[in-house]
Protein backbone atom coordinates (compact mmCIF):
# COMPACT_ATOMS: atom_id res chain seq x y z
CA UNK A 1 0.00 0.00 0.00
CA UNK A 2 1.17 3.33 -1.21
CA UNK A 3 0.06 6.42 -0.35
CA UNK A 4 0.80 9.40 -2.30
CA UNK A 5 1.69 12.95 0.09
CA UNK A 6 -0.79 15.61 -0.77
CA UNK A 7 -1.11 18.92 -0.39
CA UNK A 8 2.25 20.69 2.38
CA UNK A 9 0.98 22.02 5.47
CA UNK A 10 4.60 22.45 7.22
CA UNK A 11 7.38 25.35 6.35
CA UNK A 12 10.15 22.99 6.58
CA UNK A 13 11.54 20.14 4.15
CA UNK A 14 10.09 16.65 5.09
CA UNK A 15 11.38 13.47 4.02
CA UNK A 16 10.85 10.23 5.06
CA UNK A 17 12.48 6.86 4.90
CA UNK A 18 10.87 4.07 5.86
CA UNK A 19 9.94 0.37 4.85
CA UNK A 20 6.99 0.00 1.42
CA UNK A 21 3.35 -0.19 1.90
CA UNK A 22 1.84 0.28 5.53
CA UNK A 23 4.07 2.70 7.86
CA UNK A 24 1.81 4.61 10.40
CA UNK A 25 4.31 7.80 9.95
CA UNK A 26 3.62 7.24 6.18
CA UNK A 27 -0.31 7.28 6.83
CA UNK A 28 0.30 10.28 9.26
CA UNK A 29 1.42 12.87 6.98
CA UNK A 30 -0.47 11.47 4.00
CA UNK A 31 -3.97 11.74 5.29
CA UNK A 32 -3.12 14.98 7.01
CA UNK A 33 -2.50 16.53 3.59
CA UNK A 34 1.75 16.98 4.41
CA UNK A 35 4.10 17.54 1.81
CA UNK A 36 6.87 15.37 1.99
CA UNK A 37 9.56 13.21 -0.26
CA UNK A 38 8.78 9.82 0.25
CA UNK A 39 11.57 7.07 0.08
CA UNK A 40 10.48 3.82 0.29
CA UNK A 41 12.51 0.76 1.34
CA UNK A 42 12.19 -2.65 0.47
CA UNK A 43 12.29 -5.63 2.52
CA UNK A 44 15.66 -6.49 1.49
CA UNK A 45 17.07 -2.65 1.98
CA UNK A 46 19.60 -2.50 5.03
CA UNK A 47 19.01 1.49 5.59
CA UNK A 48 17.40 2.18 8.81
CA UNK A 49 13.60 4.22 9.03
CA UNK A 50 14.03 8.20 9.72
CA UNK A 51 12.42 11.25 9.48
CA UNK A 52 14.07 14.36 8.29
CA UNK A 53 12.85 17.54 10.01
CA UNK A 54 14.70 20.72 8.02
CA UNK A 55 17.53 18.50 7.76
CA UNK A 56 17.63 16.73 11.07
CA UNK A 57 16.92 12.71 10.99
CA UNK A 58 15.08 11.10 13.85
CA UNK A 59 14.75 7.26 13.63
CA UNK A 60 13.06 6.11 16.63
CA UNK A 61 9.28 5.45 15.34
CA UNK A 62 7.23 7.10 18.52
CA UNK A 63 9.23 10.20 18.08
CA UNK A 64 8.71 9.90 14.38
CA UNK A 65 5.05 9.64 14.47
CA UNK A 66 4.16 12.51 16.90
CA UNK A 67 6.17 14.53 14.82
CA UNK A 68 3.82 13.68 11.92
CA UNK A 69 0.75 14.03 14.08
CA UNK A 70 2.14 17.60 14.67
CA UNK A 71 2.71 18.61 11.01
CA UNK A 72 -1.00 16.89 10.00
CA UNK A 73 -2.64 18.21 12.83
CA UNK A 74 -3.25 14.46 13.91
CA UNK A 75 -1.53 14.88 17.27
CA UNK A 76 -3.35 17.40 19.76
CA UNK A 77 0.15 18.39 21.10
CA UNK A 78 -2.35 22.06 22.74
CA UNK A 79 -5.01 20.09 24.49
CA UNK A 80 -2.80 18.06 27.21
CA UNK A 81 -5.16 16.01 28.22
CA UNK A 82 -5.84 14.28 25.12
CA UNK A 83 -2.40 14.21 24.18
CA UNK A 84 -2.31 11.79 27.12
CA UNK A 85 -4.65 9.62 26.33
CA UNK A 86 -3.61 9.07 22.82
CA UNK A 87 -0.04 8.52 24.70
CA UNK A 88 -1.06 5.97 26.90
CA UNK A 89 -2.25 4.05 23.72
CA UNK A 90 0.94 4.69 21.69
CA UNK A 91 3.18 3.46 24.24
CA UNK A 92 0.80 0.47 24.95
CA UNK A 93 1.38 -0.41 21.61
CA UNK A 94 5.09 -0.48 21.55
CA UNK A 95 5.34 -1.99 24.35
CA UNK A 96 2.85 -5.27 23.15
CA UNK A 97 5.28 -4.55 19.46
CA UNK A 98 8.08 -4.91 22.23
CA UNK A 99 6.61 -8.79 23.52
CA UNK A 100 5.88 -9.74 19.61
CA UNK A 101 9.45 -9.34 18.98
CA UNK A 102 10.63 -11.97 22.28
CA UNK A 103 12.21 -15.27 21.22
CA UNK A 104 8.61 -16.93 21.37
CA UNK A 105 5.46 -14.90 21.16
CA UNK A 106 2.57 -16.34 23.27
CA UNK A 107 -0.76 -15.78 21.17
CA UNK A 108 -1.82 -15.00 25.12
CA UNK A 109 -0.14 -11.77 24.62
CA UNK A 110 -1.98 -10.77 21.64
CA UNK A 111 -5.58 -11.72 23.44
CA UNK A 112 -4.34 -10.07 26.58
CA UNK A 113 -3.59 -6.60 24.95
CA UNK A 114 -6.24 -6.42 22.35
CA UNK A 115 -8.27 -6.95 25.41
CA UNK A 116 -6.82 -3.83 27.51
CA UNK A 117 -7.09 -1.79 24.07
CA UNK A 118 -10.22 -2.15 23.53
CA UNK A 119 -11.38 -1.25 27.21
CA UNK A 120 -9.51 1.98 26.29
CA UNK A 121 -11.13 2.77 23.22
CA UNK A 122 -14.30 2.04 24.88
CA UNK A 123 -13.48 4.55 27.45
CA UNK A 124 -12.22 7.37 24.91
CA UNK A 125 -15.66 7.00 23.65
CA UNK A 126 -17.27 8.44 26.46
CA UNK A 127 -14.97 11.31 26.48
CA UNK A 128 -16.85 14.67 25.59
CA UNK A 129 -14.02 16.28 23.87
CA UNK A 130 -13.06 12.79 21.96
CA UNK A 131 -16.45 12.79 20.36
CA UNK A 132 -16.00 15.86 18.58
CA UNK A 133 -13.55 14.04 16.88
CA UNK A 134 -15.10 10.52 15.67
CA UNK A 135 -14.82 11.85 12.36
CA UNK A 136 -11.14 12.41 12.17
CA UNK A 137 -7.79 10.00 12.17
CA UNK A 138 -5.90 10.57 15.68
CA UNK A 139 -2.32 9.25 15.97
CA UNK A 140 -3.18 6.37 18.08
CA UNK A 141 -6.15 5.50 15.53
CA UNK A 142 -3.08 5.36 13.09
CA UNK A 143 -0.38 3.46 15.67
CA UNK A 144 -3.54 0.98 16.23
CA UNK A 145 -4.37 0.47 12.52
CA UNK A 146 -0.81 -0.87 11.51
CA UNK A 147 -0.69 -3.03 14.66
CA UNK A 148 -4.50 -4.87 13.43
CA UNK A 149 -3.07 -4.94 9.88
CA UNK A 150 -0.16 -6.79 11.07
CA UNK A 151 -2.16 -9.15 13.73
CA UNK A 152 -4.46 -9.89 10.72
CA UNK A 153 -1.20 -10.64 8.85
CA UNK A 154 -0.32 -13.09 11.65
CA UNK A 155 -3.65 -14.99 10.86
CA UNK A 156 -5.70 -13.43 14.04
CA UNK A 157 -8.39 -12.27 12.51
CA UNK A 158 -10.80 -14.10 15.00
CA UNK A 159 -8.80 -12.19 18.14
CA UNK A 160 -9.58 -8.76 16.05
CA UNK A 161 -13.23 -8.88 15.00
CA UNK A 162 -13.91 -9.94 18.94
CA UNK A 163 -13.11 -5.69 19.67
CA UNK A 164 -15.82 -3.80 18.29
CA UNK A 165 -13.98 -0.71 19.44
CA UNK A 166 -10.53 -1.55 17.75
CA UNK A 167 -12.34 -2.94 14.49
CA UNK A 168 -14.21 0.68 13.88
CA UNK A 169 -11.02 2.43 14.70
CA UNK A 170 -9.61 -0.21 11.30
CA UNK A 171 -12.82 0.98 9.71
CA UNK A 172 -12.26 4.51 10.02
CA UNK A 173 -8.66 4.44 9.10
CA UNK A 174 -9.80 2.69 6.48
CA UNK A 175 -11.74 5.25 5.02
CA UNK A 176 -9.39 7.54 5.29
CA UNK A 177 -10.35 10.63 7.24
CA UNK A 178 -8.40 13.73 7.33
CA UNK A 179 -7.94 15.45 10.60
CA UNK A 180 -7.89 18.73 11.77
CA UNK A 181 -5.53 20.65 14.08
CA UNK A 182 -7.39 20.74 17.45
CA UNK A 183 -6.15 23.98 19.30
CA UNK A 184 -7.85 23.42 22.89
CA UNK A 185 -5.48 24.41 25.37
CA UNK A 186 -5.47 23.38 29.35
CA UNK A 187 -5.54 27.00 31.15
CA UNK A 188 -5.94 25.56 34.82
CA UNK A 189 -4.61 22.37 36.85
CA UNK A 190 -6.72 19.67 37.31
CA UNK A 191 -6.61 17.58 40.35
CA UNK A 192 -3.58 15.28 40.26
CA UNK A 193 -2.94 12.08 42.25
CA UNK A 194 0.19 10.15 40.86
CA UNK A 195 0.22 6.47 42.41
CA UNK A 196 3.75 4.76 42.61
CA UNK A 197 5.83 2.15 44.57
CA UNK A 198 7.82 4.08 47.61
CA UNK A 199 10.82 4.42 45.56
CA UNK A 200 11.96 6.54 42.72
CA UNK A 201 11.62 4.29 39.70
CA UNK A 202 9.59 5.33 36.71
CA UNK A 203 6.89 8.01 38.08
CA UNK A 204 10.72 10.27 39.58
CA UNK A 205 10.78 11.54 36.89
CA UNK A 206 6.87 12.92 36.97
CA UNK A 207 7.26 13.34 40.21
CA UNK A 208 10.26 15.88 39.80
CA UNK A 209 8.59 17.56 37.02
CA UNK A 210 5.77 18.26 38.77
CA UNK A 211 7.33 19.36 41.92
CA UNK A 212 10.23 21.86 39.91
CA UNK A 213 6.93 23.13 37.67
CA UNK A 214 4.90 24.11 40.87
CA UNK A 215 1.89 22.29 39.91
CA UNK A 216 -0.28 20.55 42.89
CA UNK A 217 -0.63 17.14 43.39
CA UNK A 218 -1.01 14.04 46.01
CA UNK A 219 2.35 12.18 45.84
CA UNK A 220 0.46 8.44 46.89
CA UNK A 221 2.66 5.34 47.55
CA UNK A 222 1.76 2.02 47.87
CA UNK A 223 3.18 -1.36 48.51
CA UNK A 224 3.06 -4.94 46.59
CA UNK A 225 -0.29 -5.94 48.37
CA UNK A 226 -2.03 -3.07 48.29
CA UNK A 227 -1.58 -2.90 44.16
CA UNK A 228 -2.35 -6.14 44.14
CA UNK A 229 -6.10 -5.21 45.47
CA UNK A 230 -6.13 -2.25 42.98
CA UNK A 231 -4.36 -4.22 39.90
CA UNK A 232 -8.02 -5.37 38.52
CA UNK A 233 -8.97 -1.42 38.27
CA UNK A 234 -5.74 -0.05 37.07
CA UNK A 235 -6.01 0.77 32.90
CA UNK A 236 -3.21 -1.81 32.43
CA UNK A 237 -3.38 -3.51 35.31
CA UNK A 238 0.42 -1.89 36.14
CA UNK A 239 1.82 1.64 37.89
CA UNK A 240 2.07 4.04 37.60
CA UNK A 241 -0.99 5.90 37.24
CA UNK A 242 -2.19 9.29 37.59
CA UNK A 243 -5.78 10.51 38.46
CA UNK A 244 -6.52 13.31 36.56
CA UNK A 245 -9.74 14.93 38.09
CA UNK A 246 -10.63 11.60 38.86
CA UNK A 247 -10.16 9.82 35.53
CA UNK A 248 -7.06 7.20 35.68
CA UNK A 249 -4.35 7.02 33.09
CA UNK A 250 -1.50 5.29 32.65
CA UNK A 251 2.28 4.28 30.97
CA UNK A 252 5.02 6.21 32.55
CA UNK A 253 6.13 8.65 29.87
CA UNK A 254 2.64 9.25 28.41
CA UNK A 255 2.13 10.79 31.76
CA UNK A 256 5.31 12.66 31.71
CA UNK A 257 5.05 14.44 28.77
CA UNK A 258 1.39 14.91 29.94
CA UNK A 259 2.78 17.28 33.53
CA UNK A 260 5.58 18.45 31.46
CA UNK A 261 3.25 20.27 28.77
CA UNK A 262 1.36 21.60 31.93
CA UNK A 263 4.60 22.52 33.40
CA UNK A 264 6.36 24.19 30.54
CA UNK A 265 8.73 21.48 30.84
CA UNK A 266 7.74 19.95 27.39
CA UNK A 267 7.32 22.33 24.41
CA UNK A 268 3.95 22.43 22.80
CA UNK A 269 5.37 25.00 20.08
CA UNK A 270 8.82 24.28 19.74
CA UNK A 271 8.30 20.94 17.12
CA UNK A 272 12.00 19.97 17.32
CA UNK A 273 12.59 20.07 20.82
CA UNK A 274 9.33 18.06 20.95
CA UNK A 275 10.58 15.78 18.75
CA UNK A 276 14.07 14.86 20.18
CA UNK A 277 12.13 14.39 23.69
CA UNK A 278 10.50 12.22 22.35
CA UNK A 279 13.23 10.11 20.88
CA UNK A 280 15.02 10.20 24.38
CA UNK A 281 11.33 8.65 25.60
CA UNK A 282 11.95 6.44 23.23
CA UNK A 283 15.34 4.93 23.92
CA UNK A 284 14.11 4.96 27.67
CA UNK A 285 11.03 3.12 26.86
CA UNK A 286 12.97 0.60 24.91
CA UNK A 287 14.87 -0.36 27.32
CA UNK A 288 12.16 -0.66 30.22
CA UNK A 289 10.45 -2.62 27.29
CA UNK A 290 13.28 -4.80 26.48
CA UNK A 291 13.50 -8.87 27.73
CA UNK A 292 16.55 -8.45 30.25
CA UNK A 293 15.11 -5.64 32.08
CA UNK A 294 11.44 -7.67 32.65
CA UNK A 295 13.45 -10.19 32.64
CA UNK A 296 15.68 -9.73 35.01
CA UNK A 297 13.30 -7.98 37.50
CA UNK A 298 10.92 -10.71 38.11
CA UNK A 299 12.98 -13.90 38.09
CA UNK A 300 12.67 -15.52 41.68
CA UNK A 301 15.84 -17.57 40.95
CA UNK A 302 18.59 -15.98 41.95
CA UNK A 303 20.78 -17.92 40.07
CA UNK A 304 18.94 -17.13 36.97
CA UNK A 305 17.93 -13.36 37.65
CA UNK A 306 21.89 -12.93 38.22
CA UNK A 307 22.47 -14.39 34.65
CA UNK A 308 19.78 -12.19 33.02
CA UNK A 309 21.39 -8.93 35.27
CA UNK A 310 24.67 -9.37 33.69
CA UNK A 311 23.14 -9.57 30.14
CA UNK A 312 21.51 -6.20 31.33
CA UNK A 313 24.58 -4.82 32.37
CA UNK A 314 26.68 -6.35 29.52
CA UNK A 315 24.26 -5.72 26.35
CA UNK A 316 20.53 -4.30 27.04
CA UNK A 317 22.12 -1.08 28.80
CA UNK A 318 24.73 -0.13 27.29
CA UNK A 319 23.05 -0.26 23.89
CA UNK A 320 20.79 2.24 25.74
CA UNK A 321 22.89 4.31 27.29
CA UNK A 322 25.70 4.34 24.09
CA UNK A 323 22.68 5.66 21.39
CA UNK A 324 21.37 8.37 24.45
CA UNK A 325 25.00 8.99 24.61
CA UNK A 326 25.21 9.82 20.62
CA UNK A 327 22.20 12.07 20.55
CA UNK A 328 22.75 14.20 23.79
CA UNK A 329 26.30 14.83 22.57
CA UNK A 330 25.15 16.72 19.27
CA UNK A 331 22.57 18.47 20.84
CA UNK A 332 23.37 20.39 24.10
CA UNK A 333 26.09 21.41 26.52
CA UNK A 334 24.27 21.05 29.78
CA UNK A 335 21.10 19.61 28.79
CA UNK A 336 19.82 16.63 26.58
CA UNK A 337 17.65 18.40 24.08
CA UNK A 338 18.34 22.38 23.98
CA UNK A 339 19.95 24.50 26.27
CA UNK A 340 16.86 24.54 28.93
CA UNK A 341 15.44 21.83 31.66
CA UNK A 342 13.12 19.65 29.82
CA UNK A 343 11.37 16.08 30.88
CA UNK A 344 13.89 14.79 28.75
CA UNK A 345 16.53 15.84 30.94
CA UNK A 346 14.06 14.24 34.06
CA UNK A 347 13.93 11.21 32.21
CA UNK A 348 17.83 10.69 31.79
CA UNK A 349 18.68 11.77 35.10
CA UNK A 350 15.61 8.90 36.52
CA UNK A 351 17.52 6.10 34.34
CA UNK A 352 20.88 7.12 35.19
CA UNK A 353 19.93 7.49 39.43
CA UNK A 354 18.51 3.88 38.83
CA UNK A 355 21.90 2.13 38.52
CA UNK A 356 24.21 4.94 40.21
CA UNK A 357 22.23 4.10 43.53
CA UNK A 358 22.93 0.46 43.66
CA UNK A 359 19.72 -0.80 44.21
CA UNK A 360 20.01 -3.05 40.95
CA UNK A 361 22.21 -5.63 42.27
CA UNK A 362 24.12 -7.54 39.63
CA UNK A 363 24.89 -4.64 37.27
CA UNK A 364 28.04 -2.62 39.00
CA UNK A 365 27.58 1.57 39.51
CA UNK A 366 30.15 1.94 36.82
CA UNK A 367 28.09 0.94 33.91
CA UNK A 368 27.19 4.65 33.35
CA UNK A 369 30.69 5.75 33.52
CA UNK A 370 31.75 5.89 29.64
CA UNK A 371 29.20 7.96 29.08
CA UNK A 372 30.11 11.42 29.73
CA UNK A 373 27.58 13.59 28.15
CA UNK A 374 24.58 11.73 30.24
CA UNK A 375 26.53 12.20 33.10
CA UNK A 376 26.81 15.88 32.42
CA UNK A 377 22.54 15.87 32.15
CA UNK A 378 22.39 14.22 35.24
CA UNK A 379 24.51 16.30 36.78
CA UNK A 380 22.47 19.49 35.89
CA UNK A 381 19.54 17.83 37.18
CA UNK A 382 20.97 16.89 40.41
CA UNK A 383 22.13 20.50 41.47
CA UNK A 384 19.12 22.05 40.52
CA UNK A 385 18.21 23.67 43.32
CA UNK A 386 14.44 22.29 42.96
CA UNK A 387 15.92 19.04 42.46
CA UNK A 388 17.96 19.18 45.64
CA UNK A 389 14.75 20.57 47.70
CA UNK A 390 12.97 17.49 46.68
CA UNK A 391 15.79 15.01 47.25
CA UNK A 392 16.28 16.77 51.03
CA UNK A 393 12.18 16.14 51.82
CA UNK A 394 11.12 13.19 53.44
CA UNK A 395 8.95 10.80 51.44
Known amino acids: MYLRPLQMRSTVPIRLIALEGLHPVRLALS???????????????????????????????????????????????TSPIMALQI???????SEVQAKMNYPKLETSIIV???????????????????????????????????????????????IIDKHKCIVQAETKMDNQLRGKQLTQQSRKYPKLKLTYFPFPGRAEPIRLALFI????????????????????????????????????????????????????????SDIKEALRIDEVFSLVDAFYSSYAWNASYFEVDPEKQMKLRTLLAEETLPTTLRFLELRVSCWSRRHSVSDRLTV????????????????????PVSVVAPYKSLLRVYHTVATNSKV????????
Open 344 to 363: GDLAIYSLLWTFQSGRILGV
Open 31 to 77: VGDVNFEDKPLSPTDTGQSALQVDGESFTHSDAMLRCAGRLSGSYPA
Open 87 to 93: DEIIHVL
Open 213 to 268: AGIPFEDERIGVDELNRRRSKLPFNQLPVLEIDGDVVSQALGILRYVGTLGGLYSS
Open 112 to 158: HYASLLEARLQRLRSVPVFKLYDNKVLIHEIALYCWTKTIRGMGFDG
Open 388 to 395: VEWCSMPH
